[in-house]
T-cell receptor, first 113, second 117 residues
Framework: DVKVTQSSRYLVKRTGEKVFLECVQDMDHENMFWYRQDPGLGLRLIYFSYDVKMKEKGDIPEGYSVSREKKERFSLILESASTNQTSMYLC????????????FGQGTRLTVV | AQKVTQAQTEISVVEKEDVTLDCVYETRDTTYYLFWYKQPPSGELVFLIRRNSFDEQNEISGRYSWNFQKSTSSFNFTITASQVVDSAVYFCALSERSGGGADGLTFGKGTHLIIQP
C-alpha cells in the first residue's frame, strides 16, 4: 500500500512558537505538496517541491516555509505560529507527470492558542 | 487562472436515494485533468477518478458514475443507491498540463454529503 505519513494527527501550539509539520512518503515520488484546509475554503496550496532542495510557493505561502532535504521527506515550518494558522494541514505526493493523481496523508489538525 | 466551483456546500439524502454532486471548472488550457476525491471523517483524501480533457467518455464504477461535458465545463459525480458509508466530503479538482503535474491541484470547496439511514 502506498503511504503518505504525517507525523501528528493533532497538535496544540502557543502563539509565537516555531512549529514543524513533518511528512514522509514511501512511493519515491518527486513531487510533494502542503495544503491547508479550512471550512468553506476547500484546500489551498501553501508550498510544493518537485525535487530535493527545490521549492515553489503556492497560493498562500505567507507565514510558512518548507524544507526538503531528502526525497521522501517534506517539512512545513511555521516560523512564528499565529492563531489564524489554526487549520487542517494536508501533505500530498505524486509523480511529476501531468495529470497524475496525488496521494494524501491523513492530515494534521493544528490549533494555535 | 484555473478555478473549480462546487456550488453545493452540503447535501443530505436518505439512504438508497441517488445523488449528484456538481462540479464546474474554468481553465484556459486545452489539455487539463479533472479529479474527484473523497474525504471520509478520518481525514485522508482518497482518489476516486481522473479524466483528461480529450476523453469525454462517461465512466461507471459500481454505484459511482461520472459525467464529463466540455461544452458546459462540468464534471459531475453521481452515486446511485447511496449508502451511509458514502457520507463524506467530496472534492473536485483540476490540474493543467502546462504545470507538468508539479504545481498541484486546484480544488473546489467541497460538498459535504450526508446519507441518512
Amino acid at each position: 500500500d502506498v503511504k503518505v505519513t504525517q507525523s501528528s494527527r493533532y497538535l496544540v501550539k502557543r502563539t509565537g512558537e516555531k512549529v514543524f509539520l513533518e511528512c514522509v512518503q514511501d512511493m519515491d515520488h518527486e513531487n510533494m505538496f502542503w495544503y491547508r484546509q479550512d471550512p468553506g475554503l476547500g484546500l489551498r496550496l501553501i508550498y510544493f517541491s518537485y525535487d530535493v532542495k527545490m521549492k515553489e510557493k503556492g497560493d498562500i505561502p505567507e507565514g510558512y516555509s518548507v524544507s526538503r532535504e531528502k526525497k521522501e521527506r517534506f517539512s512545513l515550518i511555521l516560523e512564528s505560529a499565529s492563531t489564524n494558522q489554526t487549520s487542517m494541514y494536508l501533505c500530498a505526493s505524486s509523480f511529476p507527470r501531468a495529470g497524475t493523481e496525488a496521494f494524501f496523508g491523513q492530515g494534521t489538525r493544528l490549533t494555535v492558542v | 487562472a484555473q478555478k473549480v466551483t462546487q456550488a453545493q456546500t452540503e447535501i443530505s439524502v436518505v439512504e438508497k436515494e441517488d445523488v449528484t454532486l456538481d462540479c464546474v471548472y474554468e481553465t484556459r488550457d486545452t489539455t487539463y485533468y479533472l479529479f474527484w476525491y473523497k474525504q471520509p471523517p478520518s481525514g485522508e483524501l482518497v482518489f476516486l477518478i481522473r479524466r483528461n480533457s480529450f476523453d469525454e467518455q462517461n465512466e461507471i464504477s459500481g454505484r459511482y458514475s461520472w459525467n464529463f461535458q466540455k461544452s458546459t465545463s462540468s464534471f459531475n459525480f453521481t452515486i446511485t443507491a447511496s449508502q451511509v458509508v458514502d457520507s463524506a466530503v467530496y472534492f473536485c479538482a483540476l490540474s493543467e498540463r502546462s504545470g507538468g503535474g508539479a504545481d498541484g491541484l486546484t480544488f473546489g470547496k467541497g460538498t459535504h454529503l450526508i446519507i441518512q439511514p
